[in-house]
């Protein structure tokens, strides 16, 4: 296992981001923030608190693709399928979509359907903590904290430790990381 | 972790405290697909699923067609009076056919108890039982039990329900009866004693001959519906007898607990097992029940239609 992006230097980059945003949206009217569940879902908390300190509030929502996976029929049934929780109407719209790490670009596909049933927005972008490479589809995030290529067999974890996330390298075998961060692990980890 | 997959829903008898609440669970999510502005999600996109119906039911077939579809799945519909059993088919070969069709899952009903279980084991699609004979509805148990969670809370323990009527012919009570103690709510069972399955004191549900006592703070009333058509001799004097004495009246159901819930399975017989005003009343949740099936089969399918694999026979 080795450190790919600590705390401080994650925070920063997403305070970079956030910026990128307001930028390129000059402000953020219209603007709504969707985490991918579950792994967005705290790094688009984090963004929306730093785009309310550049520009004021922005609507925070959530969408859960396990029922949009282009695998859903054969992978195991997932029995704890999360909420899709989007606080307003999505229609005109401007959706950016964030999750923790790009890797195949298959979920970002399925957060696509998942997100497009509940209406028509203006516009959907993409941002992302870490991207990995390893493409599998033809898409591409708008915003990265953090670009780097990391082989198929190995696996980037994100975890989120007193309000800060950071990432990590393993191989693709080992057991995850618990949301709490490696030394949080219990002992009899299954 | 133990695994939550079912390989086919033929009942509650057997089932564990688990699964059922993994089912529960799951219809939440799907309440919700059923109120957005697109009704459907890809999940089961290219599934085959059968409606096999060998006994006449509009409102189960339909809801497990709808939940199908908002699944995404191709759903067909096969009915007693158009299918080959008319001809003399049996129920193997009505299988194997199906089976040669490669169906994934396979929801059927028959008069007869326990065709499910046959079908499950010559049959390699997943196998859902819609009501059988006498016997089992178990899909119909968990949307009751659902809509119980979505009004009380999804903590059951200690809520009581009186399931009132001709319990003896119900499957529906039956399977209430087998899924609402493993939620830790406390069954009561009501019903002309030509009504009531001989043994049920034996085996830990409580059991009265007269509705008053079964009612009294009850959390949740469901009345079943007398079954005409499975009623071979007189049961009873006259409907409007039993009515006197069984329907749920406005004045019978103020014993049980202010803002109890009644429910019913459907199809109603108004003036007879229930009163109109209290079907329509602000206590009645019949038509959410309606809503939760929906959801509650779109569950059932999602946990039962995964690839489908050789026959279980067992036993």
Redesign the interface.
């Given at each position: 296992m080795r450190a790919l992006l600590d705390g401080p230097d994650a925070l920063r980059g997403l305070r970079r981001v956030a910026g990128e945003i307001v930028e390129r949206h000059r402000g953020v009217e219209d603007l709504l923030l969707v985490g991918i569940r579950r792994g967005g879902v705290p790094i688009a908390e984090i963004l929306a608190e730093h785009l309310r300190e550049l520009e004021g509030e922005v609507p925070l929502g959530t969408v859960d693709i396990t029922l949009y996976r282009d695998d859903a029929a054969t992978a195991l049934p997932n029995p704890r399928i999360g909420p899709t929780q989007l606080p307003i109407p999505i229609a005109g719209r401007r959706i950016v979509l964030v999750d923790d790490v790009l890797f195949t670009g298959r979920t970002i596909r399925a957060a696509l359907d998942a997100v497009l049933d509940y209406g028509r927005p203006e516009r959907i972008e993409l941002a992302v903590l870490i991207d990995r490479g390893g493409r599998e589809l033809p898409i591409q995030a708008d915003y990265v904290v953090k670009q780097v290529s990391v082989p198929p067999e190995e696996r980037v974890d994100v975890y989120v430790r007193d309000g800060a996330p950071a990432a990590v390298i393993q191989s693709a075998s080992s057991p995850s990381i618990p949301p709490g961060g490696p030394e949080s692990a219990p002992e009899n980890t299954p | 972790?133990t695994?939550?997959?079912q390989r086919h829903l033929l009942g509650i008898a057997g089932m564990s405290r688990e699964v059922a609440l993994?089912l529960l669970?799951?219809a939440k999510?799907f309440l919700?697909?059923t109120r957005?502005?697109?009704r459907?999600?890809?999940?089961?996109?290219?599934?085959t699923v059968l409606n096999l119906f060998f006994e006449a039911s509009t409102r189960t077939r339909t809801s497990f067609e709808l939940a199908g579809k908002r699944m995404g799945a191709d759903v067909v519909n096969i009915s007693a009076s158009t299918s080959s059993t008319t001809k003399g088919e049996t129920l193997h070969d009505t299988v194997a056919t199906l089976d040669a069709m490669h169906a994934d899952v396979v929801v059927i009903r028959h008069s007869a108890s326990g065709a499910p279980h046959i079908v499950a084991q010559r049959s390699r699609a997943a196998v859902i039982n819609a009501g059988d004979g006498m016997h089992e509805h178990p899909t119909q148990a968990l949307l009751d039990a659902f809509t119980m969670r979505q009004h009380l809370g999804d903590d059951l323990s200690g809520k009581v329900v009186a399931i009132c009527g001709d319990i003896l012919h119900s499957r529906v009570a039956r399977s209430n009866a087998l899924l609402l103690p493993l939620l830790g709510a406390r069954v009561r069972l009501a019903g002309p004693r030509t009504m009531l399955p001989h043994r049920a004191r034996d085996l830990g549900w409580e059991v009265y001959d007269r509705i008053e006592p079964a009612l009294e703070g009850a959390d949740v009333v469901m009345m079943l519906r007398i079954q005409r058509e499975r009623l071979g001799a007189a049961l009873f004097p006259s409907l409007r007898e039993y009515s006197r004495v069984w329907g749920l009246t406005g004045q019978r159901l103020a014993l049980a607990r202010p803002g109890a819930l009644v429910m019913h399975p459907g199809p109603l017989n108004r003036g007879v097992e229930i009163a109109g005003d209290v079907a329509d009343g602000p206590h009645s949740v019949i038509l959410p029940q309606v809503e939760a099936g929906v959801a509650v089969r779109m569950a059932a399918l999602?946990?039962c239609?995964?690839?489908s694999g050789p026959p279980t026979a067992q036993e």
């Open positions: - | 972790m695994e939550p997959r993994s669970d799951t999510v919700e697909v957005r502005p697109v459907k999600v890809p999940t089961l996109r290219g599934k999602y946990l239609a995964g690839e």
